[in-house]
């Protein structure tokens, strides 16, 4: 008798909606790949798939995400000198 183990955490998680394209009629290929290619870059599918290549702790995310708000807050302050300067 055969026994099968418990499903890890990532390989029970659903896969949310794709995108999907279908061809219209008297549509191109090129068109139809260029639509899903929109559409891909719309629902930030690769973007997503790039941050979850690999695992980041809390910890980290939180150092990226404090990093990200300061660069933030120095173009901010850049612009607003720049802004000044003007006048």
Known sequence: MRTTRPKADYESREVSELATVTLRSG????????RFRKKVQ???????????RFFLSNSEKKRIALR??????????????????RY
């Open 27 to 34: 549509e191109s290929q090129e068109k139809l790949l260029k």
């Open 68 to 85: 990200r708000a300061k660069r933030r807050q120095r173009s901010r302050q850049r612009r607003k000198e720049r802004r000044r300067r």
């Open 42 to 52: 719309q629902e930030r599918v690769l973007s997503d798939v790039r941050k979850r």
